[in-house]
C-alpha cells in the first residue's frame, strides 16, 4: 500500500484481557517502530526492528508487552492482560532505515485501545 | 523536503555546568516539536511544544519553541554526569503522520 496500515483503528476491551494491534508498514521500509500516545503526551517509543534483526524491546513498558515481526514486514504488538492505564492510541512508524537523523518516520493511523 | 538540524554534534562539559541545545527545523505544516534522551537504544520522551514562546521544564530542564524562527532549544542547568546521552529533537506535520528526526547531540558530561 502507499502508506503504513494499521488494524483495528479502535479497540475497546475489558481489563485482564490480551489485545493483538497489527501494523503493515510501507513496501520496502527495513525498520518499523512501535510508539504509545498518552492524552496530552508526545509520543513514548516502545520498540522496533531493523531489518531481521532481534528488536530492541528497552522502550516497553512491562513484561506483558511484546511485539513481533514476520518476514521483516507485518508486526504485531501484544498486550496480555491489560490494565486501564494501557489505555492509550498505539502508533507504528516504519522507515527506509533504521539512521536517526536522516530518515523520516511515516506513521500509521494508530489504533485507540480502550481498557474498561 | 522536511529538514530537522541539531547543534551542536557533541558537547563535553564539566557536573554543575549550564548547557543548551539547538533544533533547528524546516517541517511542511508543521504541529509539534519533540525533544528526547537517548541513553542506551530506545529513547525517552522530555517535551512536547506546540505553542510558541511556552516554556516548559522539568527539573533541571527545560525547552521553548520559535514558531516564528523556526527552532527550539534544550536547557540543562546543574548538569550531571547521569545527563550524559545523545539528546534527539524531532518534528511532527499537521497530519501526524511523519516524524522527522534530527541527528542529535552527544553530551557528555564529566565529572
Known amino acids: 500500500g502507499a502508506g503504513v496500515s494499521q488494524s483495528p483503528s479502535n479497540k475497546v476491551t475489558e481489563k485482564g484481557k490480551d489485545v493483538e494491534l497489527r501494523c503493515d508498514p510501507i513496501s520496502g521500509h527495513t525498520a518499523l517502530y512501535w510508539y504509545r500516545q498518552s492524552l496530552g503526551q508526545g509520543l513514548e517509543f516502545l520498540i522496533y526492528?531493523?531489518?531481521?534483526?532481534?528488536?530492541?524491546k528497552s522502550g516497553l513498558p512491562s513484561d506483558r508487552f511484546s511485539a513481533e515481526r514476520t518476514g521483516g514486514s507485518v508486526s504485531t504488538l501484544t498486550i496480555q492482560r491489560t490494565q486501564q492505564e494501557d489505555s492509550a492510541v498505539y502508533l507504528c512508524?516504519?522507515?527506509?532505515?533504521?539512521?536517526?537523523?536522516?530518515?523520516?518516520?511515516?506513521f500509521g493511523p494508530g489504533t485507540r485501545l480502550t481498557v474498561l | 523536503e522536511d529538514k530537522v538540524v541539531q547543534s551542536p554534534l557533541s558537547l563535553v562539559v564539566h557536573e554543575g555546568d549550564t548547557v543548551t541545545l539547538n533544533c533547528s527545523y524546516e517541517v511542511t505544516n508543521f504541529r509539534s516539536l519533540l525533544w528526547y534522551k537517548q541513553e542506551k537504544k530506545a529513547p525517552t520522551f522530555l517535551f512536547m511544544l506546540t505553542s510558541s514562546g511556552i516554556e516548559k521544564k522539568s527539573g533541571r530542564l527545560s525547552s521553548i519553541l520559535d514558531k516564528k524562527e523556526l527552532f527550539s532549544i534544550l536547557n540543562i542547568t546543574a548538569t550531571q554526569t547521569g545527563d550524559s546521552a545523545v539528546y534527539l529533537c524531532?518534528?511532527?506535520?499537521?497530519?501526524?503522520?511523519?516524524?522527522?528526526f534530527g541527528g542529535g547531540t552527544r553530551l557528555m558530561v564529566k565529572p
Open positions: 526492528f531493523q531489518g531481521n534483526s532481534a528488536p530492541d
Open positions: 512508524a516504519s522507515s527506509l532505515f533504521w539512521n536517526v537523523g536522516t530518515d523520516t518516520q511515516y
Open positions: 524531532a518534528a511532527t506535520n499537521n497530519a501526524g503522520n511523519m516524524l522527522t
